[in-house]
């Protein structure tokens, strides 16, 4: 069966950084358009990032823009963000997630309705 495990989350100074990790188990990441999307108390999940099939082009959240980088290693069949110059406004449960097309990136924007599988979120929490 298909899993998403995140890993790397954990409390952090503003300012700071931190790195994600995301292993899909269960079958191949390759072919595979992959994203990160958020959820902050109160309010509602949103796209964070997305890396197409081929790996070649990415798509970002004006929110994180320049801040957040999203990778991914074939071979180790893992996903991972990560985040620099992080402020308040970036705690929130982070997800990894498969989707179903390459399509958000064309439409340079995330919903979640484009997404296949989730991960089960990874705590992130910046704060002094």
């Known amino acids: 069966q298909l899993h998403l495990v995140e890993s790397g989350g954990g409390l952090v100074q503003p300012g700071g950084s931190l790195r994600l990790s995301c292993v899909l188990s269960?079958?191949?990441?390759?072919?595979?358009?992959i994203g990160w999307f958020r959820q902050a108390p109160g309010k509602e999940r949103e796209g964070v990032s997305v890396?197409?099939?081929?790996?070649?082009?990415?798509f970002y959240a004006d929110s994180v823009q320049g801040r957040f980088t999203i990778s991914r290693d074939n071979a180790k069949n893992t996903v991972h963000l990560q985040m620099n110059s992080l402020n308040a406004e970036d705690t929130a449960v982070y997800y990894c997630?498969?989707?179903?097309?390459?399509?958000?990136?064309?439409?340079?924007?995330?919903?979640?309705?484009?997404?296949?599988?989730w991960g089960q979120g990874t705590q992130v929490t910046v704060s002094s």
């Open positions: 269960g079958d191949t990441l390759e072919y595979k358009t």
């Open positions: 890396m197409s099939q081929s790996g070649g082009a990415t």
């Open positions: 997630a498969l989707l179903y097309s390459d399509y958000p990136l064309r439409a340079r924007r995330l919903s979640l309705t484009d997404v296949e599988r």
